[in-house]
């Protein structure tokens, strides 16, 4: 039984979804939220913060497959948070590795495109995914961009590169950790 997590990185507040891959066949959302750093901890205690939750979540899922969204540096985004957007992601790459789980990195672009292709959204704009996941849910009263994201790339994960034919949602519950 194969477990699928999917993280959007933020220094504060990570998107992530839990998806359970049946088989070639299926997959189906478990859980997916945020994953809520204590701003006022130093950026290195939210790391280790961070280690005790992903323990946490491994210890209830049998996680066999990761997926991040790669770091970019654009307008806006000051080089100090670029630098501790590396950090956090060479930490989640070394955590999956030590723990022999199969870590994907895949640039916006990629999944947002593969995306487009497979919920038929007429744009790969944040807002778009957003609002198409923002409806699909019901309109839950905190549903972030980061939440979307996180699910956004899972399912593009999920149909473009495992190949899975068809994905279920219905079973998923909202849980913002911790």
């Known amino acids: 039984m194969a ?24 997959c189906s959302l478990i859980q997916y939220g945020i994953i809520k750093l204590d701003k006022k901890l130093s950026y290195f205690e939210r790391i280790i913060s961070l280690e005790r939750i992903l323990d946490q979540l491994l210890s209830s899922y049998p996680i066999t497959i990761a ?22 992601h060479f930490f989640l790459t070394y955590y999956f590795y030590t723990r022999s789980i199969d870590c994907h990195t895949i640039h916006v672009n990629t999944w947002r495109a593969g995306l487009k292709k497979v919920i038929g959204i007429p744009n790969v704009k944040k807002s778009t995914v957003h609002q198409f996941y923002y409806t699909l849910f019901q309109q839950p009263a905190d549903f972030t961009t980061d939440m979307s994201d996180s699910l956004g790339l899972a399912i593009h994960m999920c149909k473009n590169i495992l190949g899975v034919e068809s994905i279920m949602l219905n079973e998923a519950k909202l849980k913002h950790l911790p």
Request: proline share 0%.
């Open 3 to 26: 477990h699928l997590l999917s993280l959007d990185q933020s220094i504060t507040a990570l998107g992530y979804s839990i998806w359970h891959i049946h088989s070639n066949q299926h």
């Open 67 to 88: 997926v991040l969204e790669d770091i970019q540096k654009h307008r806006g985004v000051s080089l100090t948070t670029y630098k501790k957007l590396a950090y956090l």
